[in-house]
């Protein structure tokens, strides 16, 4: 008995995450429905019959002026539809329907539809594309035909347990009724064959189309016969993951399947994940920190029920400390999607923090959001100083924003310093930031140069910059600048560009360094083949050349001593057309020797060498058949 309950106590645990989640990170919004919008309608304009099917499906036409010439489209484009019979039938009727359409459909269309399902069906699709026409029509499937589908059925799943066997074989059975309540038994069978993607995804082979197809059948087969639902809790935030990934599908067709697919597993409450998420960036000020969080269901409309109690428990995310829980979440009065924490009381300081939210302690979710903060300009002080430190440096402090009245004045001996002290204005304590710049800009030249302001052991921020050293930034160009302090950071609400002062530097050169860019055309380049290599001398060419030609002057000498047999040379046409084109290579390849390229020799050796082959098959066959004439023992043999 004890192991029995540790065993249920395991279980639970494993499961209890399974039950707390059940939330996804985003939504439809009005920006995807829009978009998706507009491709039902591109879907009108296309010559896709299918397309044109689903965007009327989704989108309802009222301007008689649009609709009499989509009919006459979808009508010439059912004749001309490479698609399956079953298939297109469905398309086109179903679009007449939704268009409402004022021809009426081809008498002969009707029939082949209405015997349709008295033949033997080769397919679930064929089943399921047959029964959705016939509804689309109205016409009501007799019980024995009905009968007649659910053996089909069984006999074809035995044969094709395939998943788009199994999806389209899921919607079929929902029209059929208690007949064919075998089916259920298959679900599990096809959802187990869902791949899983990084932990966060579930989806089957094939992609939007035949994943959208089996949940959608596998949920009407748990509703039409009663069964739970055919995915877990978990299952189903991971195939919401998997939908709300494709919502930039470009089709009519996937923007219509990844719609009913988010509203089918949203339709289930027991299992149905939720979308709970920020609102805006994540980015509050610390004066007012107010969370705002969406609370939606996978389509971006409000929930129903609407969850009773949501709290959410917040941490700094640095060191993990508690900042408070059990925080309460309330709902706008205006607005039943935007729920509202106010923190201000928690008076959080600048710095990033979690806040684990639940929702009727059947959602949970953690979001990250940024408290920032504010900087403030302690002190700041700017001034003029001698490069060798022979006298004392003329500071002067400047008020933040204010600017410097007098105008600073230094020439190539001096050098220009800059200390500022920057402090959290919430507590005075000393703040470093990402970005601490200080930037001289020439409002003549519109040309500016910017350093990089360093923190020192005091927690200051400070500039130093020899002009002298430094002239080459200018260009040498003396005249009057403007010292701007630029502060930034991505966890501050203020960061600023503030004008400290203006100064006046003075070069003990005025130049301007510009690189010299030749005018005109530039010279043409021209290309270059290498040098070919050094021919060897005339005797070595000859030499060889007379090698190669010795064994043709032996064939001759030979011939001219032991005799030339020519008493089976006849006049046969094979006979004289095989020398002339053997006779017709050698020439060629003493032309090409001479005077032509391999190419040029390869399109006419071509020709000459087929002819050559197959006069001289033919020699050969004849002299064959006149030796076994003379020898008949020798060809028996």
């Not at 002969?108 to 029509?137: M, N, P, W």
């Not at 059990?326 to 009381?345: E, G, N, Q, R």
């Not at 050796?605 to 020898?631: D, V």
């Amino acid at each position: 008995m004890l192991k029995l309950g540790l065993t249920l106590f395991g279980v639970l645990c494993a499961c209890a995450p399974t039950w707390s989640t059940r939330t996804v990170d985003s939504h439809l919004g009005p920006k995807d429905l829009t978009r998706l919008q507009k491709v039902f309608v591109d879907g009108f304009g296309s010559n896709d019959l299918q397309a044109i099917f689903f965007s009327s499906l989704n989108i309802q036409l009222t301007d008689a002026t649009q609709k009499e010439p989509l009919c006459k489209k979808i009508a010439a484009l059912h004749q001309e539809s490479k698609l399956n019979s079953f298939e297109k039938d469905y398309y086109f009727i179903g679009a007449s329907k939704n268009l409402g359409c004022s021809a009426k459909l081809d008498e002969a269309l009707l029939s082949k539809v209405y015997s349709s399902l008295d033949s033997e069906l080769g397919s679930t699709q064929e089943i399921y594309y047959r029964l959705v026409t016939h509804k689309a029509l109205g016409v009501q499937v007799s019980e024995a035909t009905q009968g007649k589908i659910v053996k089909r059925l069984q006999e074809l799943l035995k044969k094709d347990d395939t998943l788009t066997g199994l999806g389209y074989g899921f919607n079929v059975a929902v029209q059929l009724g208690s007949g064919a309540a075998f089916i259920a038994n298959r679900v599990e069978d096809a959802i187990v064959q869902a791949d899983e993607v990084d932990g966060k995804l579930l989806q089957f082979e094939g992609g939007l189309s035949i994943t959208s197809l089996i949940i959608n059948g596998a949920f009407g087969v748990a509703k039409a016969y009663n069964k739970p639902a055919p995915v877990s809790a978990a299952q189903a935030v991971k195939f919401a993951n998997y939908f709300l990934s494709r919502r930039s599908v470009q089709s009519a067709k996937g923007a219509h399947v990844l719609i009913e697919a988010l509203k089918t597993i949203g339709a289930d409450e027991k299992i149905a994940p939720i979308c709970v998420q920020l609102i805006g960036n994540g980015q509050l000020d610390a004066q007012s920190p107010t969370l705002n969080i969406a609370v939606v269901d996978l389509l971006g409309k409000p929930l129903s029920p609407a969850p009773k109690i949501i709290t959410a428990k917040v941490f700094h995310k640095k060191d993990n400390s508690l900042l408070a829980e059990k925080i309460s979440v309330t709902s706008k009065s205006s607005d039943k999607t935007t729920y509202v924490a106010d923190l201000a009381s928690l008076k959080p300081v600048r710095g990033i923090y979690q806040a684990e939210l639940s929702a009727d302690s059947v959602y949970t979710q953690t979001l990250q959001f940024k408290v920032l903060g504010r900087v403030k300009v302690q002190s700041l002080d700017v001034g003029i100083a001698e490069s060798d430190a022979s006298a004392a440096t003329r500071k002067q402090s400047v008020n933040y924003p204010s600017k410097l009245k007098e105008t600073l004045s230094a020439d190539t001996t001096q050098k220009l310093l800059l200390r500022a002290v920057l402090v959290e204005e919430s507590n005075n304590k000393p703040l470093a930031v990402h970005q601490a710049f200080v930037r001289l800009y020439n409002k003549q030249t519109d040309k500016e140069i910017i350093f990089v302001a360093e923190q020192d052991s005091s927690k200051a921020y400070k500039f130093d910059m020899d002009i002298g050293s430094n002239g080459k930034n200018f260009n040498y160009q003396s005249g009057t600048y403007n010292i701007y302090l630029t502060v930034g950071d991505a966890s501050l609400s203020n960061s600023f560009e503030w004008l400290v002062a203006d100064i006046q530097l003075k070069f003990s050169e005025d130049r301007e360094v510009k690189q010299k860019i030749p005018s005109g055309p530039r010279p043409e380049i021209v290309h270059q083949f290498r040098v070919p290599d050094k021919r060897p001398p005339r005797i070595v060419s000859d030499i060889f050349t007379g090698l190669c030609i010795t064994p043709l002057v032996l064939l001759f000498i030979f011939w001219g001593k032991l005799g030339v047999n020519v008493s089976n040379f006849t006049l046969a046409p094979s006979t004289i057309g095989f020398h002339v084109g053997f006779g017709g290579i050698l020439l060629l390849f003493f032309v090409f020797w001479m005077q032509l390229n391999m190419f040029q020799t390869l399109r006419l050796l071509i020709p000459i060498a087929i002819f050559t082959f197959l006069t001289g098959n033919r020699l050969l066959r004849r002299l064959y058949a006149l030796r076994n004439s003379k020898n008949p023992s020798s060809a028996s043999s």
